[in-house]
């Protein structure tokens, strides 16, 4: 499973290598990074002839592109395999759930990320 994950804070990197350091390693996950919306879209451009299924996780609150700015250009041009989208934030306030849903986010996470409670969703 490829994962890309958004999120304007470069430690999350480290983060998820911690936490995914057995699926990493046995290669059942692939991370790739991304430290803002409009660098996200470029990746996402750069890979779109692998035809890859994807999973992304980005966080809301960004400098630049927001991350439901982001959800929405995704949900608008992807559509072979579509991207998984799973929205982080540090703030658990109702309107950013709604509109994330509304964008079609297929999963909402809140700060910090309780890895656990992540592997089970991707189950691994």
Do not use: C, W
Not at 33 to 61: P, R, T, W
Not at 89 to 101: C, L, M, S, V
């Amino acid at each position: 499973m490829k994962i890309l994950v958004v999120d304007d804070e470069k430690d999350i990197q480290t983060l998820f290598e911690q936490r995914f350091r057995k699926e990493i390693r046995d290669k059942s996950v692939e991370f790739a990074y991304s430290f803002s919306g409009e660098e996200a879209i470029e990746y996402l451009k750069l890979h779109e002839m692998e035809h890859e299924a994807i999973l992304i996780l980005s966080d809301i609150n960004m400098p630049g592109m927001s991350g439901l700015e982001l959800l929405e250009h995704i949900k608008k041009k992807y559509h072979k395999p579509p991207p998984v989208v799973m929205m982080i934030t540090a703030y658990g306030d109702g309107e950013n759930y709604r509109i994330a849903k509304e964008l079609g986010a297929d999963d909402f996470l809140s700060k910090p990320i309780d890895f656990t409670l992540l592997k089970e969703k991707l189950n691994l």
